[in-house]
């Protein structure tokens, strides 16, 4: 059975950072394409990063560039996401999610982490 | 960046009936996704690549489009597709529809 298990999240004050973590099991992690998306209290889903199998390619939308940074660990199927110089406007859920190929739809996703970013 | 348009936003459908649920591209791509979402539970992948049903989508559930106009539809509403849909389209950056909430009438 395919699990996605975040974890990470809490309570953060604006300008500082925090970094999310996402255990993956029951499945060839390093076969799959890996992405974070959000989802802010009561608004819609927003995708915030993607990394390829290896590591080598990543991939981030304008609103996060330069202040997030997704990486991977596949001997220990982990995913991570690095928020650096948070916003209160990055307060949300925070979805790990699984896809097969960069362009493929999000076939499994995590229960998902709320991080607030308040003073 | 392709802005996806859904609509109706929210809508309301009895037991039996027809739902169309429209999402439309600010630019034509080449297929689109769609999940379903509960309260309180993650999305669920839905329809994929346009017309293909995820694993235990009930068959009353279909997808078609082409281009910039998609659309989600549900022969004979049940209670347990009220739920908030959602499109997605891959062609950086990736981005999602609104979302449209349907509910039981």
């Known amino acids: 059975e395919v699990q996605l298990v975040e974890s990470g999240g809490g309570l953060v004050q604006p300008g500082r950072s925090l970094k999310l973590s996402c255990a993956a099991s029951g499945f060839t992690f390093s076969n799959y394409y890996m992405a974070w998306v959000r989802q802010a209290p009561k608004k819609g889903l927003e995708w915030v990063a993607t990394?390829?199998?290896?590591?080598?390619?990543?991939y981030y939308p304008d609103s996060v560039k330069g202040r997030f940074t997704i990486s991977r660990d596949n001997a220990k199927s982990s995913l991570y996401l690095q928020m650096n110089s948070l916003k209160s406007e990055d307060t949300a859920t925070y979805y790990c999610?699984?896809?097969?190929?960069?362009?493929?739809?999000?076939?499994?996703w995590g229960q998902g982490v709320m991080v607030t970013v308040s003073s | 960046e392709i802005v996806l348009t859904q609509s109706p936003t929210t809508m309301t459908a009895s037991p039996g009936e027809k739902v169309t649920i429209t999402c439309r591209a600010s630019?034509?791509?080449?297929?689109m996704h769609w999940y379903q979402q509960k309260p309180g539970a993650s999305p669920k992948p839905w329809i994929y690549e346009t017309s293909k049903l995820a694993s235990g989508v009930p068959d009353r559930f279909s997808g078609s489009g082409s281009g910039t106009s998609y659309s989600l539809t549900i022969n004979n509403m049940e209670a347990e597709d009220a739920a908030t849909y959602y499109c997605?389209?891959?062609?950086?950056?990736?981005?999602f529809g609104a979302g449209t909430k349907l509910e039981l009438k």
């Open positions: 997605q389209q891959w062609n950086y950056p990736n981005t």
């Open positions: 630019s034509s791509v080449s297929y």
């Open positions: 990394i390829s199998t290896s590591g080598s390619r990543t």
């Open positions: 999610a699984r896809h097969r190929v960069l362009q493929s739809h999000f076939d499994y």
